[in-house]
């Protein structure tokens, strides 16, 4: 059974950047597609970005498209959200996710907050 854990959230002031990691336990990681979705209170969670399991394909919400870099270094059993430009509605709780045709697995969730 794999599990994730997230971390790197925090608070930041507009502009900033951090990095988000998401550290895998268990043998499967290579194998899984990965991906971060984020959450505001009282909305439905949402997609930003995944990355496949070699690490070669990548996917983006428009949202995060150009500001947010997803990557993934399978010795180490972790993937990386990288989030430049950000903004006061980039505040959420994320969340990283593996799968192969579904997102079955979760972490527990980072929260990053931007400040205006």
């Known amino acids: 059974q794999v599990r994730l854990v997230e971390s790197g959230g925090g608070l930041v002031q507009a502009g900033g950047s951090l990095r988000l990691s998401c550290a895998a336990s268990?043998?499967?990681?290579?194998?899984?597609?990965m991906g971060w979705f984020r959450q505001v209170s009282g909305k439905e969670r949402e997609f930003v970005a995944s990355?496949?399991?070699?690490?070669?394909?990548?996917n983006y919400a428009d949202s995060a498209k150009g500001r947010f870099t997803i990557s993934r270094d399978n010795a180490k059993n972790t993937a990386y959200l990288q989030m430049n430009s950000l903004k006061p509605e980039d505040t959420a709780v994320y969340y990283c996710?593996?799968?192969?045709?579904?997102?079955?697995?979760w972490g527990q969730g980072t929260q990053v907050t931007v400040s205006s």
């Open positions: 996710a593996g799968g192969v045709a579904a997102w079955p697995i």
């Open positions: 268990g043998r499967t990681f290579s194998t899984l597609r």
């Open positions: 990355i496949n399991w070699s690490g070669l394909t990548t």
